[in-house]
Nanobody
Framework: QVQLVESGGGLVQAGGSLRLSCAAS????????MAWFRQAPGKQRELVAT???????NYADSVKGRFTISRDVPKNTVYLQMNSLKPEDTAVYYC??????????WGQGTQVTVSS
């Protein structure tokens, strides 16, 4: 079954940390560049971070230096460590393959709420 399951979100104060996890089907994960996206209320989904199969990473300017993406190949899991959280990081966070042709159905996402 092709699927993505995100977890780890929650309510945190500004300056706090959260670690998100995304369990992916092997058909989505294996050999593909994976990414975390987020969607805030009333806004379009935006790309947050990417990680290649060789673990090269890239980040949106808004999270650079605060977020770290990683992947665990045996577990088909992608992580997003989020530190120094800001209220503007509040959003639903999703993971998927970066390239549209490699994506699976979007999961339910995980809500991150940062209070000021």
């Amino acid at each position: 079954q092709v699927q993505l399951v995100e977890s780890g979100g929650g309510l945190v104060q500004a300056g706090g940390s959260l670690r998100l996890s995304c369990a992916a089907s092997a058909s989505i994960f294996a050999g593909n560049t994976m990414a975390w996206f987020r969607q805030a209320p009333g806004k379009q989904r935006e790309l947050v971070a990417t990680i290649t199969s060789g673990s090269f990473t890239n980040y949106a300017d808004s999270v650079k230096g605060r977020f770290t993406i990683s992947r665990d190949v045996p577990k088909n899991t992608v992580y997003l460590q989020m530190n120094s959280l800001k209220p503007e990081d509040t959003a639903v966070y999703y993971c998927n393959a970066l390239l549209r042709a490699q994506r699976g159905p979007w999961g339910q996402g995980t809500q991150v709420t940062v209070s000021s």
